[in-house]
């Protein structure tokens, strides 16, 4: 019943969004309003569908319906209720149904905030996100269905991915990375509904498009930093990036967002990049739907691919009708996007802003690059090759600490051009600051040239970007009296979007100083060690093994060590790094121990045991500042949470302008904001 | 999102009851070929990160060839040897490889020159006013 539910709601969806893509399409091309209005509530109706499509496949995974295919793959009778929940995005077929929701999701919300708009930017932007929503649901009518039948029913089934069940924030990272990937469409969807409705040349999409970007690109970072952190807690190796297929593939479209947010200023202010920009959008979207097809597919192996199978060619034809399209587009629109705008001067915040594109583009596209090679080298030479970490890093942290220099030096550079007197007054605290960060760094013993480099252009930056919020501050308690707090947070309210941005550079600082101090200073200790006996970490701290003990649970079987951590022989905290025994994995799944400190941590790993207890092996990582990672990540956030929030007054501005527009005749152009 | 190449950790030795001279440069060198090389049975982890046994042993193969004299060139030979290329998580910067190296570089220098151009075309300057 529950199976009949999930793969009717399915088919019966994928007419609709047909259906609804031809209405709003046609409806807006013939100016006929009823058409596009019917076609909107297609996009209601079939968010109402998938939604019971994905309800009926969690109600199948917490009922053990195992004669849903779905189900008997990933489900079983022993796994705990939050991760039968979870295991709906813990296989291929179940990861779409929920791409699918989320897509059904954003599309009625863009609909229900933007229908009353007149014009025809607001149909084709529909038409696009129902165009990718037919995508998804063919893959779930078709290779990627979810609701076969099994016959005969199994009485139990596998469980999830042991990997996928061993930490609860599998609960997290992936629907935030979803939201993040799925969110990227509509900026996306925007822009080709503006070139398509002939109003690309105006930044009515960009304001229409900017809180949904900042609010995908939000959730991105949200889900790449819990994705560093479950990497971190599960995998037991005490790092937190790989530089995993899949990881990259999560990256790449985070950088040409990132890109976009910035140059997108360009536009606004100078008119100019109007080609770039949709160019970086059309390449955000793509990546999201290619960093699918690489890591889905199988093409690529990676700790994320779930299965083999024709899915592949699904999305290699998708990727070629979205660059198909975007190219007709961008070239039915080429005299509308001519730069009318100039730049004043060269040492301006505009210039840095394409310096930053520059280089995160060369970022993109050496992540890019080195994730196909092993692809391009086996296809040309017949040889498997690897490209990892230390190709990466090789690369990529020299773009890294120029684009630390460029995150301090754009705040302070104004957008006119800046004279000498200005461009010293502003640059000399954050070079005094990165003097600081150099001999500290020195004295504690850094001699890596790029550890160096990344120290200091992290305090250049920080620097740069507190002072922003210093001058703002002092100027407004000179010029109105006000005391300092309320100073600082008028001048973040009356320019949320500046200082938001702002909030997120100190959030990027944060990331990269701990990393670079986590990799630099990182320090390991391994030993086998009896009952009673200690391992030396360090000069003054050990820990102590007390226990070696085991579990049977009702999913897995757990040996785990009771540890005892000594600094100057005084017992500070207990420890108890594990190792999990799943029946469908031949490794264990490690758990290790995190002692969690400001100032870094200590992280212990089960890594054997003696199947007696009487002894273990260990090892001890000591990480400096990496909890800054996932503040710094949270930080990031709040500085995107803080320029999506409307700016006072705007929402009047904005009511206005939609009267304003609700008096044309339906399907006229409007102009979409007044601003 | 990167993480700098480690170059001064030392590694501690497992100290148990007894001290243990600690050989740093041995600890250092190993670490540094380690950190080249694909283990093989994890997702793209080095056989200096990785916690499974196949790449502690691998880890136990370089220190010993590594202090019976051999030089990391030699060491990563052995291993090409008997993994094949996809060994090094590097790929070597010579023939059809390089062109993983160049790409990158090449859209650096072309898109540096691309905004010097940009840049100067855009300007607000009464000489290259367009």
Same mark, same amino acid.
């Given at each position: 019943?529950?199976?009949?539910?999930?793969?009717?709601?399915?088919?019966?969806?994928?007419?609709?969004?047909?259906?609804?893509?031809?209405?709003?399409?046609? +409806?807006?091309?013939?100016?006929?309003?009823?058409?596009?209005?019917?076609?909107?509530?297609?996009?209601?109706?079939?968010?109402?569908?998938?939604?019971?499509?994905?309800?009926?496949?969690?109600?199948?995974?917490?009922?053990?319906?195992?004669?849903?295919?779905?189900?008997?793959?990933?489900?079983?009778?022993?796994?705990?209720?939050?991760?039968?929940? /979870?295991?709906?995005?813990?296989?291929?077929?179940?990861?779409?149904?929920?791409?699918?929701?989320?897509?059904?999701?954003?599309?009625?919300?863009?609909?229900?905030?933007?229908?009353?708009?007149?014009?025809?930017?607001?149909?084709?932007?529909?038409?696009?996100?129902?165009?990718?929503?037919?995508?998804?649901?063919?893959?779930?009518?078709?290779?990627?269905? =979810?609701?076969?039948?099994?016959?005969?029913?199994?009485?139990?089934?596998?469980?999830?991915?042991?990997?996928?069940?061993?930490?609860?924030?599998?609960?997290?990272? =992936?629907?935030?990375?979803?939201?993040?990937?799925?969110?990227?469409?509509? =900026?996306?969807?925007?822009?080709?509904?503006?070139?398509?409705?002939?109003?690309? +040349?105006?930044?009515?999409?960009?304001?229409?498009?900017?809180?949904?970007?900042? +609010?995908?690109?939000?959730?991105?970072?949200?889900?790449?930093?819990?994705?560093?952190?479950?990497?971190?807690?599960?995998?037991?190796?005490?790092?937190?990036?790989?530089?995993?297929?899949?990881?990259?593939?999560?990256?790449?479209?985070?950088?040409?967002?990132?890109?976009?947010?910035?140059?997108?200023?360009?536009?606004?202010?100078?008119?100019?990049?109007?080609?770039?920009?949709?160019?970086?959008?059309?390449?955000?979207?793509?990546?999201?739907?290619?960093?699918?097809?690489?890591?889905?597919? +199988?093409?690529?192996?990676?700790?994320?691919?779930?299965?083999?199978?024709?899915?592949?060619?699904?999305?290699?034809?998708?990727?070629?009708?979205?660059?198909?399209?975007?190219?007709?587009?961008?070239?039915?629109?080429?005299?509308?996007?001519?730069?009318?705008?100039?730049?004043?001067?060269?040492?301006?915040?505009?210039?840095?802003?394409?310096?930053?594109?520059?280089?995160?583009?060369?970022?993109?596209?050496?992540?890019?690059?080195?994730?196909?090679?092993?692809?391009?080298?086996?296809?040309?030479?017949?040889?498997?090759?690897?490209?990892?970490?230390?190709?990466?890093?090789?690369?990529?942290?020299?773009?890294?600490?120029?684009?630390?220099?460029?995150?301090?030096?754009?705040?302070?550079? =104004?957008?006119?051009?800046?004279?000498?007197?200005? /461009?010293?007054?502003?640059?000399?605290?954050?070079?005094?600051?990165?003097?600081?960060?150099?001999?500290?760094?020195?004295?504690?013993?850094?001699?890596?040239?790029?550890?160096?480099?990344?120290?200091?252009?992290?305090?250049?930056?920080?620097?740069?970007?507190?002072?922003?919020?210093?001058?703002?501050?002092?100027?407004?308690?000179? #010029?109105?009296?006000?005391?300092?707090?309320?100073?600082?947070?008028?001048?973040?309210?009356?320019?949320?979007?500046?200082?938001?941005?702002?909030?997120?550079?100190?959030?990027?600082?944060?990331?990269?100083?701990? /990393?670079?101090?986590?990799?630099?200073?990182?320090?390991?200790?391994?030993?086998?060690?009896?009952?009673?006996?200690?391992?030396?970490?360090?000069?003054?701290?050990?820990?102590?093994?007390?226990?070696?003990?085991?579990?049977?649970?009702?999913?897995?079987?757990?040996?785990?060590?009771?540890?005892?951590?000594?600094?100057?022989?005084?017992?500070?905290?207990?420890?108890?790094?594990?190792?999990?025994?799943?029946?469908?994995?031949?490794?264990?799944?490690?758990?290790?121990?995190?002692?969690?400190?400001?100032?870094?941590?200590?992280?212990?790993?089960?890594?054997?045991?003696?199947?007696?207890?009487?002894?273990?092996?260990?090892?001890? /990582?000591?990480?400096?500042?990496?909890?800054?990672?996932?503040?710094?990540?949270?930080?990031?956030?709040?500085?995107?949470?803080?320029?999506?929030?409307?700016?006072?007054?705007?929402?009047?501005?904005?009511?206005?302008?939609?009267?304003?527009?609700?008096?044309?005749?339906?399907?006229?152009?409007?102009?979409?904001?007044?601003? | 999102?990167?993480?700098?190449?480690?170059?001064?950790?030392?590694?501690? #030795?497992?100290?148990?009851?007894?001290?243990?001279?600690?050989?740093?440069?041995?600890?250092?060198?190993?670490?540094?070929?380690?950190?080249?090389?694909?283990?093989?049975?994890?997702?793209?982890?080095?056989?200096?990160?990785?916690?499974?046994?196949?790449?502690?042993?691998?880890?136990?193969?370089?220190?010993?060839?590594?202090?019976?004299?051999?030089?990391?060139?030699?060491?990563?030979?052995?291993?090409?040897?008997?993994?094949?290329?996809?060994?090094?998580?590097?790929?070597?910067?010579?023939?059809?490889?390089?062109?993983?190296?160049?790409?990158?570089?090449?859209?650096?220098?072309?898109?540096?020159?691309?905004?010097?151009?940009?840049?100067?075309?855009?300007?607000?300057?009464?000489?290259?006013?367009?």
């Amino acid at each position: 019943m529950t199976r009949l539910i999930g793969a009717n709601a399915l088919i019966v969806a994928l007419g609709v969004t047909v259906v609804g893509l031809l209405l709003v399409t046609f +409806g807006a091309r013939r100016q006929r309003a009823e058409w596009v209005e019917a076609g909107y509530s297609a996009t209601y109706l079939q968010f109402a569908l998938v939604t019971a499509a994905t309800f009926a496949m969690i109600f199948g995974l917490v009922s053990h319906d195992f004669s849903i295919d779905y189900v008997a793959q990933v489900g079983s009778r022993a796994t705990p209720l939050y991760y039968t929940v /979870i295991s709906l995005w813990g296989a291929l077929e179940g990861s779409i149904l929920f791409w699918g929701w989320v897509l059904s999701l954003l599309t009625a919300l863009v609909v229900f905030w933007n229908r009353d708009r007149g014009g025809k930017l607001i149909p084709y932007t529909t038409a696009t996100l129902l165009g990718v929503g037919i995508f998804f649901q063919i893959l779930l009518v078709g290779p990627a269905h =979810p609701f076969g039948l099994v016959s005969p029913v199994p009485l139990d089934g596998p469980g999830p991915n042991p990997l996928l069940q061993n930490h609860w924030l599998m609960g997290i990272h =992936p629907p935030l990375l979803y939201l993040g990937y799925v969110g990227m469409t509509v =900026p996306f969807a925007f822009a080709m509904g503006a070139m398509a409705a002939g109003e690309v +040349g105006d930044t009515g999409w960009i304001r229409l498009s900017r809180r949904w970007l900042l +609010g995908a690109w939000a959730f991105l970072t949200a889900a790449i930093i819990a994705g560093m952190w479950w990497s971190y807690e599960v995998l037991g190796w005490g790092g937190y990036w790989a530089w995993d297929p899949v990881e990259n593939a999560s990256f790449m479209p985070w950088l040409t967002a990132t890109a976009f947010l910035h140059s997108v200023m360009v536009q606004e202010r100078r008119g100019l990049l109007k080609l770039w920009n949709l160019n970086l959008i059309v390449a955000t979207f793509v990546l999201t739907i290619l960093g699918t097809f690489l890591t889905r597919s +199988g093409v690529l192996t990676s700790v994320h691919a779930f299965t083999e199978g024709n899915i592949g060619y699904y999305f290699l034809v998708a990727i070629a009708i979205v660059l198909l399209l975007s190219f007709v587009l961008v070239a039915g629109n080429s005299e509308k996007l001519t730069s009318d705008g100039q730049l004043e001067g060269t040492a301006s915040r505009g210039s840095v802003f394409l310096l930053n594109n520059l280089f995160l583009t060369a970022f993109t596209f050496t992540v890019l690059v080195g994730t196909l090679f092993p692809l391009v080298a086996e296809a040309v030479r017949g040889v498997k090759v690897s490209v990892g970490e230390p190709f990466f890093n090789r690369m990529t942290v020299p773009i890294c600490v120029a684009l630390l220099f460029l995150m301090g030096v754009g705040p302070a550079l =104004p957008w006119k051009a800046a004279d000498r007197a200005t /461009i010293r007054r502003k640059l000399l605290p954050p070079a005094i600051g990165s003097g600081v960060a150099l001999l500290v760094a020195l004295f504690a013993g850094t001699r890596d040239v790029f550890a160096l480099l990344a120290f200091m252009f992290a305090a250049f930056a920080l620097v740069a970007n507190v002072g922003e919020f210093v001058e703002g501050a002092r100027l407004r308690m000179q #010029q109105r009296g006000e005391s300092a707090p309320l100073a600082l947070s008028e001048l973040v309210n009356a320019n949320r979007r500046r200082y938001g941005g702002y909030v997120a550079h100190l959030g990027v600082v944060a990331v990269a100083a701990a /990393i670079t101090a986590a990799s630099t200073f990182k320090t390991e200790y391994e030993g086998t060690i009896k009952k009673g006996e200690s391992l030396k970490i360090g000069e003054n701290m050990a820990v102590r093994l007390d226990e070696v003990w085991g579990r049977e649970e009702p999913q897995r079987a757990v040996i785990g060590t009771t540890l005892t951590l000594l600094k100057n022989g005084r017992e500070i905290a207990t420890l108890d790094p594990r190792m999990n025994f799943y029946p469908t994995s031949q490794q264990p799944v490690p758990t290790p121990a995190v002692r969690s400190r400001p100032t870094g941590d200590i992280y212990v790993n089960l890594q054997a045991f003696q199947q007696d207890g009487s002894n273990a092996t260990l090892r001890v /990582i000591v990480e400096p500042l990496v909890p800054w990672i996932w503040l710094g990540g949270m930080i990031i956030c709040c500085g995107a949470l803080i320029s999506m929030l409307p700016v006072p007054g705007a929402a009047r501005v904005r009511a206005a302008a939609r009267a304003e527009s609700a008096e044309r005749a339906p399907g006229a152009t409007t102009p979409v904001t007044a601003s | 999102m990167t993480a700098v190449m480690v170059t001064t950790s030392a590694m501690g #030795q497992s100290v148990t009851g007894a001290t243990v001279a600690v050989d740093t440069v041995l600890d250092r060198r190993t670490r540094e070929v380690a950190s080249e090389l694909r283990c093989p049975v994890c997702q793209g982890l080095s056989i200096a990160d990785s916690p499974s046994e196949l790449a502690q042993e691998m880890k136990g193969l370089v220190r010993e060839q590594l202090a019976s004299g051999k030089s990391p060139e030699q060491v990563r030979a052995y291993f090409i040897d008997k993994y094949g290329e996809w060994v090094l998580l590097a790929p070597k910067p010579e023939g059809f490889n390089l062109l993983v190296y160049l790409l990158p570089a090449a859209l650096v220098m072309g898109g540096g020159w691309f905004v010097w151009r940009y840049v100067r075309r855009h300007t607000d300057t009464p000489a290259e006013q367009v």
